[in-house]
Nanobody
Framework: QVQLVESGGGLVQPGGSLRLSCAAS????????IGWFRQAPGKEREGVSCISSIDGRTHYTDSVKGRFTISRDNAKNTVYLQMNSLKPEDTAVYYC???????????????WGQGTQVTVSS
């Protein structure tokens, strides 16, 4: 059974950092792209970042470029999202999901985790 479990969220002041983890089980994540998404109250879910499996190519939405870094540890079947210089507008529930393919482009995501809350506030 494919399962993704997010962790690492919390309350942080503006300018602070958090590292989110997405632990995968039930499949070998190294063969699939993994994406991070977020949903703020009253807003639609948006894609934040994605890392492909073959070449490790990374993708970021414009609002987090230069602040967030996605990485993966295939030995641990885990994908991370390092978030620096956090802003109040980064406040959301963050989810990870597995892509149907090894690439981040033109693929569907599924097997969503339960999410982890990130709150950026002073």
């Amino acid at each position: 059974q494919v399962q993704l479990v997010e962790s690492g969220g919390g309350l942080v002041q503006p300018g602070g950092s958090l590292r989110l983890s997405c632990a995968a089980s039930g499949f070998t994540s190294r063969y699939h792209a993994i994406g991070w998404f977020r949903q703020a109250p009253g807003k639609e879910r948006e894609g934040v970042s994605c890392i492909s499996s073959i070449d490790g190519r990374t993708h970021y939405t414009d609002s987090v470029k230069g602040r967030f870094t996605i990485s993966r540890d295939n030995a641990k079947n885990t994908v991370y999202l390092q978030m620096n210089s956090l802003k109040p507008e980064d406040t959301a529930v963050y989810y990870c999901a597995v892509a149907a393919s090894s690439s981040c482009a033109g693929t569907e995501f599924g097997s969503w985790g339960q999410g982890t809350q990130v709150t950026v506030s002073s």
